[in-house]
């Protein structure tokens, strides 16, 4: 069991937009600590997308945005495209002293 | 360009021992907090533990499902981390990833991933 909540999938045709949710409680996301989200394709490693909950590396493309509000946070993929199917998981960290996920949501573009 | 390199995977008995290691490149290794991560088979992204930088003592923190099981150490002098992992598991089979960490707002993140090695627990 995931410390953080995500939706086990989500879809959308391409050119749309969704969103992933990600839920944590008042010891992780709620307590101040920022929300992270990276990208998993199929068979490779994952890759950092958002940081401090909005912030895009470098080559990251204006199609992803991140938000944090309260105990929770969402990722917003714009203009859906076919490469965009893949794992997306967010990531915190926990008063605990642990680094805490959630536990991935799968992404099909339609 | 940063890269890190795991090794040392590969099929070990239910508690038996192993090693993994991941040679790091393209930073200044030791200015940062190294950490582990796995993936079981078709499952969801774990944090397995972090080693500090030595800026900030050097110390390590696991999660529950590895603690006093698994150590986690480095060598600045040749840019390596390890993660030593007794009495094994059939539970801890999975694909671990060694990964640079990087703090923003007290929190941390992972900027960098190794590829994966694959480390299957059986008899």
């Known amino acids: 069991q995931s410390v953080l909540t995500q939706p086990p999938s989500v879809s959308g045709a391409p050119g749309q937009r969704v969103t992933i949710s990600c839920t944590g409680s008042s010891s992780n996301i709620g307590a101040g600590y920022d929300v992270h989200w990276y990208q998993q394709l199929p068979g490779t490693a994952p890759k950092l997308l958002i940081y401090g909950n909005s912030i895009r590396p470098s080559g990251v493309p204006d199609r992803f945005s991140g938000s944090k509000s309260g105990t929770s946070a969402s990722l917003a993929i714009s203009g859906l495209q076919a490469e965009d199917e893949a794992d997306y998981y967010c990531?915190?960290?926990?008063?605990?002293?642990?680094?805490?996920f959630g536990g991935g949501t799968k992404l099909t573009v339609l | 360009e940063v890269q890190l390199v795991e090794s040392g995977g590969g099929l070990v008995q239910p508690g038996r021992s192993l090693r993994l290691s991941c040679t790091a490149s393209g930073f200044t290794f030791g200015d940062y907090t190294m950490s582990w991560f796995r993936q079981a088979p078709g499952k969801g992204l774990e944090w397995v533990g972090f080693i500090r930088s030595k800026a900030y003592g050097g110390t390590t923190e696991y999660a529950a499902s590895v603690k006093g099981r698994f150590t986690i150490s480095r060598d600045d002098s040749k840019s390596v981390a390890y993660l030593q992992m007794n009495s094994l598991k059939t539970e801890d089979t999975a694909v671990y990833y060694c990964?640079?960490?990087?703090?923003?707002?007290?929190?941390?993140?992972?900027?960098?991933w190794g590829q994966g090695t694959l480390v299957t627990v059986s008899s």
């Open positions: 990964t640079r960490l990087n703090i923003y707002n007290s929190g941390w993140y992972v900027d960098y």
């Open positions: 990531q915190s960290y926990d008063s605990s002293l642990s680094v805490v």
